[in-house]
Structure formats: C-alpha cells, structure tokens
C-alpha cells in the first residue's frame, strides 16, 4: 500500500521561505517511472502543479514558479522537500504531494495517490 | 501553456441520473488525460488515466472518453457519494494543468 504524507509549517510570514517534507512509504524512488509531485489548491480555487522529481534526479516545475521552487529527494530517508522562497499571502493553499506512476516504455503517467495534504497560511 | 477547460462549472443532478463532464484541451494532447474526484475536505482521487482507463477500485459507472482536444467523464447513474468536484489533469507537457472543476450538487 503506498501512502505519503506532507509535513511543515502552517503559518509562514510574508517573505519567508517555505519547507515542505513529504514522506512516503510502500514504493522506492529509485524505481524506474517513479517521481514524487507537488501540487496546491487554495482555498475554494482549482488544483495548481508545482513540480516533480523523478527516480534519475530528473525535475520538473511550474514555469510561473521555477524561481522560487526546488524540490529535492533524500531516497534512502524516502522523503522528498520542496522549498518555496518569498511566500506571499496568495501563497496561502493546502498542499498536497502525489505519487507519480506511468506506463513502462510509453509517455503516460499519472498521479496516485495523494498524501492527506497540508494547509499553509501566509500571514504577518 | 496548455489550457484546460471543463464545462459545466457546475452542475446539479438527481441520484441515480446519468451525468457528463467535458475537458477541453487548448492543443492536442493525445490520451494524456486524467480525472480525478474531490470530496469536500479530502485530497483528489484518481479515477480515470489515459483518457479511458479505470483505476483500480473505481467503480464501474465511471467512464472517460476521448482524445485530442476533447474528453468527457460520464457517471452512468449518480450515487450519493458522487457528489463531489471533478477535475481533469493533462500529463503531456508542462506545466501540467488541471481544469477550473466542475461542482456536481444534489439536486
């Protein structure tokens, strides 16, 4: 059963950088198809992509934020980190990572499951 | 950017109604297409990848459709627990965007 869960701060100031840890278990990271994703939705709005990584280190993120994102994994802890710099109020969402599978040998994937998600509040 | 737009934005319906969702793509994206369940308070469930295909455990009321630029996600008769939001995904290119939602209600 592959289950991850994220974890971090609930409140950020403005300016701050945020830290994200999610923490999964039942799959590797090494596996080849595998990757980890970040995405958020805020409040009563539509689900937002953020990025990704992949089994070879590969990453992936959302042009509107690759500036202020990085995403990192740590395989032998499976846990994977997403940092975002510069938190502004509209920042303010849950945040959900997810389990990034595909179909061997072709370009399909998707993403299942999803952790519980967590609720960051960008606030002074 | 790949654009996604579902129609409609919400929609209210009867137990045991049949009900279809559209996705549009603002470019083609072959079958790179997931759907996705919302219930209030819960984290998105998959329900259909690839446009067609049923997850594991979905029940079998759910079907999608489509390919291209244009999809659907049909409930072939609404259960209480399908009251939800339903959002579709595409997997080609980056950024990969999801549509705006679409709200089932009761009616």
């Not at chain 1, 198809?33 to 992509?49: C, D, H, N, S, T």
């Not at chain 1, 994102?69 to 849950?94: E, G, R």
């Not at chain 2, 997931?34 to 446009?51: M, S, V």
Request: proline share 6%; with cysteine.
């Amino acid at each position: 059963q592959i289950t991850l869960k994220e974890s971090g701060p609930t409140l950020v100031k403005p300016t701050q950088t945020l830290t994200l840890t999610c923490t999964f278990s039942g799959f590797s990271l090494s596996t080849t198809g595998v990757g980890v994703g970040w995405i958020r939705q805020p409040p009563g709005k539509a689900l937002e992509w953020l990025a990704l990584i992949y089994w070879d280190d590969d990453r992936s993120y959302s042009p509107s934020l690759e500036s202020r994102l990085t995403i990192t994994k740590d395989t032998s802890k499976n846990q994977v980190v997403l940092t975002m710099t510069n938190m502004d109020p509209v920042d303010t969402a849950t945040y959900y990572c997810a389990h990034r599978i595909g179909r061997i040998g072709t370009t399909f994937w998707w993403f299942d499951p999803w952790g519980q998600g967590t609720l960051v509040t960008v606030s002074s | 950017d790949i654009q996604m737009t579902q129609s409609p934005s919400s929609l209210s319906a009867s137990v045991g109604d049949r009900v279809t969702i559209t996705c549009r793509a603002s470019q083609s994206i072959s079958s790179h297409l997931n759907w996705f369940q919302q219930r209030p308070g819960e984290a998105p469930k998959l329900l259909i990848y690839t446009a067609s295909s049923l997850q594991s455990g979905v029940p079998s009321r759910f079907s999608g459709s489509g390919s291209g630029t244009d999809f659907t996600l049909t409930i072939s008769s609404l259960q209480p627990e399908d009251f939800a939001t339903y959002y579709c995904q595409q997997s080609y290119g980056t950024p990969y965007t999801f549509g705006q939602g679409t709200k089932l209600e009761i009616k």
